[in-house]
Nanobody, 120 residues
Framework: QVQLEESGGGLVQPGGSLRLSCAASGLTFSIYAMSWYCQAPGKERELVARITKADDSTMYADSVKGRFTISRDNAKNTVFLQMNSLKAEDTAVYYC?????????????WGQGTQVTVSS
């Protein structure tokens, strides 16, 4: 079965850093675009960052540009989100997403999420 497992969340002070990881299994990781989303209480789930399957393109929400970096290691079936200069408003549950088109069919998978809390 397909599984996306996030890790690395926790409590951090403003200005601190965290590195989130998402380990994928049960799928051909290299053909999927990988993304990180966040969802704060009472808000919609929003795209934070995305990286293509070829690692040739990344995109970021305006709110995290210059602070967050998404990367992937296809050999390890893992995508990362390096989060620097964290702010209180970054507090949310962060979800890993895999999306890809294979032979005319779309596939879309989600992890369970990991809590990131930025507080002094």
């Amino acid at each position: 079965q397909v599984q996306l497992e996030e890790s690395g969340g926790g409590l951090v002070q403003p200005g601190g850093s965290l590195r989130l990881s998402c380990a994928a299994s049960g799928l051909t990781f290299s053909i999927y675009a990988m993304s990180w989303y966040c969802q704060a209480p009472g808000k919609e789930r929003e795209l934070v960052a995305r990286i293509t399957k070829a690692d040739d393109s990344t995109m970021y929400a305006d709110s995290v540009k210059g602070r967050f970096t998404i990367s992937r290691d296809n050999a390890k079936n893992t995508v990362f989100l390096q989060m620097n200069s964290l702010k209180a408003e970054d507090t949310a549950v962060y979800y890993c997403n895999a999306q890809g088109l294979r032979r005319g069919q779309w596939f879309d998978y989600w992890g369970q999420g990991t809590q990131v809390t930025v507080s002094s």
